[in-house]
């Protein structure tokens, strides 16, 4: 069964960089959408980005500017860098596997299962 | 805000039927997932696709969907149901996008 163990920095300073990176266990790496997904404190889910087993990305457009997500295909794990963040991106980080159903005519629905235990990420002066 | 609606809260009666349901454009093109979260706990799927359950998931969770409503549906609700549910699909641009969530009172 895939787990997720995700691990970085949980208290940051205005304009720090966020670098959390998440390690998978006991599956496959190729063939699914690695994703970072966050939730500020009693607030609901924001889709930050993902990557595949080849490197190709894809970034939530408003967070785009300030998001790297990394493979290291070698060690299954994959990297989350949100910079220049300020009190507004304190929340969980969590890392998850991205499973997307395909037809004929392209993509139809996604999914993320597992889920990262999460990481509390507070950004404070 | 999100391209996907849900009703803020919910209440069911212990063992009877809750419907909670999520609302967006997309929907009329891209199936939904849906997510129980409990405090403090990472989000957990429960239902993906036309009407999947991941392994361990109680047949209770039922998913469905007509025209640009995906609903989610418990059939005989129980105590340890109550929770946040979010729904998930793709927004006009094809990215992933969550609904605001519900949070179901079990009463």
């Known amino acids: 069964q895939v787990q997720l163990q995700q691990w970085g920095a949980g208290l940051l300073k205005p304009s720090e960089t966020l670098s959390l990176t998440c390690a998978v266990y006991?599956?496959?790496?190729?063939?699914?959408?690695w994703s970072w997904i966050r939730q500020p404190p009693g607030k609901g889910l924001e889709w930050i980005g993902e990557?595949?087993?080849?490197?190709?990305?894809n970034y939530n457009p408003s967070l785009k500017s300030r998001v790297t997500i990394s493979v290291d295909t070698s060690k299954n794990q994959f990297s989350l860098k949100l910079s220049s963040v300020t009190a507004a991106d304190t929340a969980v980080y969590y890392c998850?596997?991205?499973?997307?159903?395909?037809?004929?005519?392209?993509?139809?629905?996604?999914?993320?299962?597992?889920w990262g235990q999460g990481t509390l990420v507070t950004v404070s002066s | 805000s999100s391209e996907l609606t849900q009703d803020p809260a919910v209440s069911v009666a212990l063992g009877q039927t809750v419907r909670i349901t999520c609302q967006g454009d997309?929907?009329?093109?891209?199936?939904a997932s849906w997510y129980q979260q409990k405090p403090g706990q990472a989000p957990v799927l429960v239902i993906y696709?036309?009407?999947n359950r991941p392994s361990g998931i109680p047949d209770r969770f039922s998913g469905s969907s007509s025209g640009n409503t995906a609903s989610l549906t418990i059939t005989g609700a129980q105590a340890e149901d109550e929770a946040d549910y979010y729904c998930?699909?793709?927004?006009?641009?094809?990215?992933?996008?969550f609904g605001g969530g519900t949070k179901l009172t079990v009463l």
């Open positions: 998850a596997r991205g499973h997307i159903m395909i037809t004929f005519g392209g993509v139809i629905g996604n999914w993320f299962d597992p």
């Open positions: 998930n699909s793709r927004d006009s641009s094809g990215n992933p996008v």
């Open positions: 006991g599956g496959s790496f190729s063939g699914y959408y």
């Open positions: 990557i595949n087993h080849s490197g190709s990305t």
């Open positions: 696709g036309k009407n």
């Open positions: 997309s929907l009329r093109s891209y199936y």
